[in-house]
């Protein structure tokens, strides 16, 4: 299924989301900057020069590119960014290097990938009891123990 999403260019060197291929559930993201050094295990915010009009709903979920983060250590510093539908500022990727070596980061090279998606609001409501399950408090690592 698909909708349209309004994008507007902030910036000459922003390039429009792409992707790579017609299944693809993430549109990739490109840097709008010039070429940026990342420190060591530090973060960089890289700006991709476009802001979207998300439809009401849908969210922007951002994550990282395998390849980049599997070959480069790059990711997202939050490990999911999300861009909520009533956001009209400029995209940015909080981008961090896990590894222990500079990084650097071209501009037009893809840096993080874009999901759109439906979300649920909501209404919170306080109750003494919960249902019981089988699981039932069982924390983390609990499923498949005895």
Same mark, same amino acid.
Do not use: W
């Given at each position: ?36 050094? #990342? ?7 890289? $700006?991709? %020069? /476009? +802001?979207?009009?998300?439809? &009401? @709903?849908?969210?922007?979920? #951002? ?7 599997? $070959?480069? %250590? /790059? +990711?997202?510093?939050?490990? &999911? @960014? ?46 003494d009891e919960l249902s019981e ?14």
């Open positions: 299924m698909k909708y349209n999403v309004k994008i507007k260019k902030l910036s000459e060197n922003a390039v429009i989301p792409t992707y790579g291929s017609p299944y693809s559930a993430g549109a990739d993201l490109y840097s709008a900057m010039d070429e940026t050094v #990342i420190a060591p295990h530090a973060t960089v915010l890289i $700006k991709t %020069g /476009l +802001a979207l009009e998300l439809p &009401v @709903g849908f969210a922007g979920l #951002i994550y990282a590119r395998s390849g980049l983060a599997s $070959k480069r %250590g /790059l +990711a997202p510093a939050n490990k &999911v @960014g999300v861009i909520d539908c009533d956001y009209r500022g400029e995209v940015m990727v909080a981008l961090h290097n896990h590894t222990d070596a500079p990084q650097t980061v071209a501009k037009g090279e893809r840096i993080a990938q874009l999901v759109i998606t439906p979300y649920v609001v909501a209404d919170f409501e306080e109750a399950t089988v699981r039932g408090e069982g924390g983390f690592g609990s499923t498949g123990t005895k």
